[in-house]
């Protein structure tokens, strides 16, 4: 995939697919992050959220930069992050 392909399959992925699915992500990552602070015994917000799960792709990436789904991944969870972090 270029890097056109990639961010087009990702704002599909986070304006279309995965919100029909999973909701808003201020909603979803502010639920992830009650769980994950109640199991950390820490506030975690929506925004760190964002970037811990953008974590866990560049670790997938790191071991497995051909596959192209955490790439798309990593934007998704980049351009959903900086929208609750505002």
């Not at 995939?1 to 979803?28: C, F, W, Y």
């Not at 950390?40 to 964002?50: F, K, S």
């Not at 792709?57 to 959903?80: E, F, M, Q, S, T």
């Amino acid at each position: 995939m270029n890097r056109s392909e990639i961010l087009d399959t990702a704002k599909q992925a986070v304006t279309k697919d995965r919100a029909a699915t999973h909701g808003d992500p201020e909603r979803n990552f502010a639920l992830i992050g009650n769980i994950w602070g109640d199991l950390l015994g820490r506030d975690v917000t929506p925004a760190q959220v964002a970037l811990m799960l953008a974590s866990l792709k560049i670790a997938r990436a790191w071991d497995n930069p051909g596959h192209a789904d955490n790439w798309v991944d990593l934007a998704g969870y980049a351009a959903c992050g900086g929208e609750v972090a505002e």
